[in-house]
């Protein structure tokens, strides 16, 4: 994917509508991410639509210490019924700050599930590192992501540009 697209498809307008953010043990994920690694220990959300064309995925990993803990988020674009992937977002708080792989100027044989062969762009966030164990840490990282990715968070039907920038996560 050269540069030109990858602009094209972030800025393509999305909006993430916060009700749709449900994570549970009992999504299956259609391919390219069916062969994301999923245990008892992750929980992810179905396919969002965030556009005609995108839709985003989030799953974290349970762990007992935040350091074992992840999170990982997908942008796709539907080219008809297959998808690819056109942002990975990473968090590995053992090892790593929040990261963002993206397909820029790379080869055609790009996993295109996890992008771990693409170009990596650190995220710095001023704030404490977020924990994926938590509600409060798992919206701050979906809010970190959007971000990245040219999402649009929309909590409700309002025009209230604050109010629509705070999402509420439904219980598993």
Known sequence: MDRRELLKHKTTPKILPGGEVVFSRGHKLPKPLDRVVRSSRTSTTKLINVSDRHSVCFLFRDADTWTRSAF?????????????????????PSHKPPHILMPCDEDDDVDHGTLHTCSELLLRDADTPPDPRTEEGRLKLIQ??????????????SDDAAANQELDLRPI
């Open 72 to 92: 990982f988020a997908w942008l796709l674009h539907q080219q008809g019924k297959a998808y690819t992937a056109v942002a990975a977002f990473h968090y590995h």
């Open 144 to 157: 970190l992501f959007c971000q990245s990715a040219g999402i649009q968070i929309k909590k409700d039907d």
